[in-house]
């Protein structure tokens, strides 16, 4: 009976975290491609390494865990990260990767002096704030999914509004300017979009490999298809696949980090898609140069 | 000139730096309506910012810029606009028909999906420039001509009056710029005005009615048989150290 009861009790635990897990992959796959689109894969990795002061300063000024109010800092922080990035680059001669690595590595050590001195005084309150680190999906709860969930919603809904504005922004932005669409003002919209879905995902992945999730999926999707609407699709779709599969792992045994397990597993998704994706995966590739070497033969010995 | 004419596009003025270095230098412009006119320069003459400046992409230090007189914000939809091929990547995900389309997306406004009636306009669009074979090709897979006709077609179906094209014959084959140039003259028959950056003075005279030398200044503007001389050409490719130096008028 006893084994009973703890197998119900861990069933759903794990259902919660497997949720929770489907709905951060769904939204950081969709929209992770227009990160990956638009030649912005590091600043993913910015943001998440920025997000993390927020954590520690929003819990020191409220001495709350509640998932919104920590989101909340991370979002600002890593919001301030990105606009410092931006700045850096349109006001001085400081190139984009150099401006990304200094504020990147600023604020990502600043989060984790931060979090030293939240561990140093010993508020009982303070335990689990270091998941935020490397990420342990088993600390899920319901209303951390129901954030998630929220939040994660409202971006993708956002996104599909903009739908035709923010594709036009990521292909051609001077034309997009040219008939009138505020570029700055969609591409503040599409930052903000990655900002959420990165935040979301924090305490699960952890700040050190959240980018992962982002650039991850819409790698792999981007070798089946040539259809934006579809990449996003798919995207999301291993996204999900991802989440869910390395939390379960991790959740399993025994504190193993999810946020590793969740990228070794995208990192699966995006090996067999580069090398077995029609057209552009490299088997495909292969045989279709030897078909072409072989005909080529043929029609040289027919010539002779 | 004509100066009691109506103007297709006047600049006056222009001024462009980036940073402290000026790209364009006391720019003056006068294209009447209905003529096909070409932007010549050597590199780095200022040509694409020209371009820029007079679609608003580029703030100026200086001057400003009448679409048939008024400012280029209450003029979009009269104006079409073809970017410089290595502009996009063209490994987007994305197929023929769906680049022209987007040349219906300021007429759309927001939020609203293109619909039947911009699909058959990008359809006529592809036909003209003869695309119609490969709408829903990946853009990727196109040769470079075939990706300047979409291009073209996505500026057509901009339904303007005025088309500003940023090199549309760079890279591109001999049958493309054939039917290129035979576009841009029906373009100029319809009483459209097209302004083109180029960079092959072999065909000028024979592409264009007007011509615009250009050289951080402007060197000299108007009908190509007036302009188009050995010694405007000389001061426009021979005598750039020259200008800067004797260059030092205020805004």
Redo the contacts between chains.
Sequence with gaps: MGNLSTLIHFDYTLMIVAVGAALLGTVSGALGCYAV?R?QSLLGDAISHAALPGIAIAFLLTGSKVPLILVLGAAIAGWLGTLLIMSIVRLTRIKYDSALAIVLSTFFGFGLVLHTLIQRTGNANQAGLDTFLFGQAATLLERDVLTIGILGGIALIVML?????L??L???A????????PIRTLDILLTSLLVIAIVLGLQAVGAVLMSAMLVAPAVAA?QW????R??VLLAACFGALAGVSGTIISSTASRIPTGPTIVLCATVVVGLSIAFAPNRGLVWDRIRQQRNRRDLKAAMEIQE | MQRSEQKAIQVTDLTVAYQDKPVLWDIDLDVPPGVLLSIVGPNGAGKTTLIKAILGLVRPAAGNVLIYDKPYEAQRRIVGYVPQRGSVDWDFPTNVLDVVMMGRYGALGWIRRPQKKERELAMQALEKVGMEAYTTRQISQLSGGQQQRVFLARALVQDATVYLMDEPFQGVDATTERAIVTLLQELRADGKTVVVVHHDLQTVTDYFDWVMLLNIRRIASGPVDEIFTSDNLRETYGGRVAFMKTDKGGV
Excluded: H, P, Q
Aim: a positive charge; aromatic letters at 14%; proline letters at 0%.
């Design positions: 689109l030649r509004i903009f739908w035709k504005e594709k036009l990521v292909f051609d001077d034309f997009a300017a040219s008939i009138g669409l981007r298809t040539n259809r934006l579809l990449m």
